[in-house]
C-alpha cells in the first residue's frame, strides 16, 4: 500500500491526521543518521501497517522523518501476533 509522503511526516510529528503511530523502535544507527521502524494504523481503514524512515543523528545533521522518501511511499500491511519466547534465567 502506498501512503502519502505528507501523511507519513505528519503521523512522525504528530497525533492529528488518518495515520496513527502505534510503535516506533530503532533499527539502526551510524554516525550520521537514526534509522527507525515504524507501525502504524490507518484510521480510514483498520488496517496496521509498517514503514521505516531515518532523521539526523546530531543536531548537525538536517534529516527530518520521510524528507528523502517519494512523493507516496511503500508501506506494508502487518498484522500483531503472539509469540512464546524462552529465556535463560539465574536459579535462586
Not at 503511530?21 to 543518521?33: A, L, P, V
Not at 484510521?43 to 531515518?54: E, L
Not at 500483531?80 to 539465574?90: C, F, Q
Request: hydrophobic fraction near 25%; charge should be negative.
Amino acid at each position: 500500500m502506498k501512503f502519502k509522503k505528507e501523511d507519513l511526516q505528519d503521523m512522525a510529528y504528530s497525533e492529528d491526521g488518518p495515520l496513527k503511530k502505534i510503535t516506533e523502535k530503532i533499527t539502526y544507527n551510524n554516525r550520521w543518521s537514526i534509522n527507525y521502524e515504524v507501525i502504524f494504523k490507518d484510521t480510514t481503514t483498520g488496517k496496521h501497517y509498517k514503514s521505516f524512515y531515518s532523521v539526523g543523528a546530531t543536531e548537525q545533521q538536517d534529516e527530518s522523518p520521510y524528507e528523502y522518501a517519494n512523493e507516496e511511499e511503500k508501506c506494508f500491511e502487518v498484522e500483531l501476533k503472539k509469540v512464546i519466547t524462552e529465556v535463560w534465567e539465574d536459579v535462586k
